[in-house]
């Protein structure tokens, strides 16, 4: 009887270490595509980057909020008044990460599924750093995953080839990193799920920050350019984390839009990243 009782404590036991690396390496998916609107044949979808929800970090567009037409342009509306929606009478979409990891993988497949059961025929996909993993995704899938829709990419501070944009240094860093994370969650077990790192008005779980971590550190969609899907590229001038010139080089045939901000700051500088997409949105007559 006490030799069963030890078994199953040692059962037990590595199942409560190993419950979170398995789900995160298994990459069982957490993903919710919440629609803000869903009755048009053309979908944007929205996929935010770390320690960020995408309803938040692309308000810049300012398709619930923010922006108004005063006498000398454009301004900040307190009351969310807009006068500049880009997708009016379109489809809204975000696309958001639980708490049991990150798979990019997944989340380009489940707008892939999303598109074809909804019968959508245009579709526009926008991405925030590492968040344009699932963009590199995309890009490779033939058209048939899309119901051969029109697809287009717009990508702001790509980070969608981590080992080859990161600055020279990071990706040992967070190879590092991961290793201390990934130990975090066999510690911690199942209470890795919870979400308790907070970062604005958002919390976080350990697991989900580790699955971060490691798509930073590995991962690698093996593509050396852009398909013609990728429309729109912005990068920031001052980013302290991606190297522009290896962006540049990868995107040989797409004009490189640059805003004079920090890494993915669309948020405190809004401004900056709406005047590109509005002087892009205007230009093709939206």
């Not at 993988?105 to 892939?112: D, F, N, S, T, Y």
């Not at 580790?210 to 398909?227: I, N, P, Q, Y």
């Amino acid at each position: 009887m006490e030799l069963f009782q030890w078994k199953l404590a040692v059962i037990l036991g590595t199942f409560w270490l190993v419950l979170p690396i398995l789900v995160s390496m298994l990459k069982i998916p957490d993903i919710k595509i919440n629609y803000a609107r869903n009755r048009s044949r053309t979908m944007n979808y929205f996929i935010a980057g770390i320690f960020s929800q995408p309803e938040e970090a692309f308000s810049f567009l300012s398709f619930n909020n923010f922006w108004i037409q005063t006498e000398t342009g454009l301004g900040f509306s307190p009351n969310g008044v807009t006068n500049a929606d880009f997708f009016s009478n379109e489809g809204i979409a975000y696309v958001e990460i639980g708490n049991y990891g990150v798979d990019y993988a997944a989340i380009a497949r489940k707008i892939a599924e999303d598109v074809r059961h909804h019968g959508y025929r245009h579709v526009r996909i926008f991405t925030i750093s590492i968040g344009d993993i699932s963009a590199r995704v995309i890009d490779q899938l033939p058209s048939e995953a899309f119901n051969h829709a029109k697809v287009e990419l717009f990508e702001i501070n790509p980070c969608g080839e981590p080992k080859k944009f990161l600055k020279q240094g990071l990706p040992a860093k967070l190879f590092i990193l991961s290793f201390f994370v990934t130990l975090s969650e066999l510690i911690l077990g199942p209470f890795s799920f919870a979400p308790f790192f907070k970062r604005d008005n958002h919390h976080f779980s350990l697991c989900t920050i580790a699955g971060w971590v490691r798509s930073l550190a590995f991962e690698d969609t093996k593509s050396d350019h852009a398909s013609s899907r990728t429309t729109m590229v912005v990068i920031s001038s001052h980013d302290q984390y991606l190297n522009n010139s290896a962006i540049a080089n990868y995107y040989k045939k797409q004009i490189i839009h640059t805003v004079y901000t920090e890494h993915a700051d669309t948020i405190e500088n809004a401004r900056a990243y709406f005047d590109v997409f509005n002087e892009y949105f205007r230009g093709i007559g939206k």
